[in-house]
C-alpha cells in the first residue's frame, strides 16, 4: 500500500466534515488494522482512495456541501462568542454580589475573652 489512500484525518485537513466524508465518500475503500509504528489496533482506520477524493472534491455537490459547512462554521462561532459574553455578564453580576456576613469574627473574638 502507498500514499495512495487517506485517512480520516487526512480527509479533514482537507476540509471534509464527517457528514460530507458520510454522505459523498462513504463507503471507505480499504482499511488497516496496524498502525504505522507497527501496532496492531483496537479498531481499523479506514482509508479513501486518493484518486476517488480528488474527483469528488471536483464535483458540484462537494463545492455545496463545502459552502454549506463553511457557513455553518460561521454560525457555530457566532453562537460561542454570543455565550462567552452571556457568561462574562453572568459571572460580573455575580461576584458583584454581597455575600452575608457568617459573624465568625465576633464569635472568635469572643471566644478568646
Avoid: C
Amino acid at each position: 500500500m502507498t500514499d495512495a489512500y487517506l485517512t480520516l484525518q487526512d480527509l479533514k485537513a482537507r476540509g471534509w466534515t464527517p457528514g460530507m466524508i458520510r454522505a459523498l465518500l462513504d463507503p471507505y475503500d480499504h482499511e488497516r488494522w496496524i498502525n504505522k509504528r507497527g501496532h496492531r489496533l483496537p479498531k481499523p482506520i479506514k482509508l479513501y482512495l486518493g484518486t476517488r477524493v480528488v474527483q469528488i472534491e471536483a464535483t458540484e455537490a462537494f463545492g455545496h456541501a463545502r459552502e454549506r459547512a463553511g457557513a455553518h462554521q460561521v454560525v457555530m462561532l457566532k453562537a460561542v462568542q454570543t455565550r462567552q459574553v452571556v457568561n462574562t455578564r453572568a459571572l460580573a453580576r455575580y461576584e458583584a454580589l454581597s455575600l452575608p456576613s457568617t459573624g465568625a469574627s465576633s464569635r472568635a473574638g469572643r471566644e478568646g475573652s
